[in-house]
């Protein structure tokens, strides 16, 4: 992955293809951090098969349900995440 300015990114796909990435709304809005180097997931352009949105770092651990759950204070928050 070579960075661009912009949120823009050249990245290798694993069938030996290279494709113009953008960063997603989400990545920007929560300040997600990528260095080159790093596996991303790429959402492909069906237009435009050299551009896509990079959706997520491979390495994010998405929070599950049993998380929300402990960070909740009061045990009667908690029940409604059950």
């Keep these: 992955m070579e960075a661009f300015g912009g949120g ?12 113009l990435g953008y960063t997603s709304g989400k ?4 300040r997600i ?13 069906p237009y435009d098969l050299t551009r896509g949105r990079i959706a997520l770092p491979q390495n994010a651990r998405t929070p599950t349900r049993s998380d929300d759950a ?6 009667r928050s908690r029940e409604r995440w059950r």
């Design 8 to 19: 823009m990114f050249r990245v290798a796909l694993d069938s030996g293809h290279e494709a």
């Design 33 to 45: 951090r990528m260095n080159p180097g790093d596996r991303v997931k790429i959402e492909l352009s």
């Design 27 to 30: 990545m920007r809005r929560y």
């Design 70 to 75: 402990r960070r909740c204070a009061s045990p």
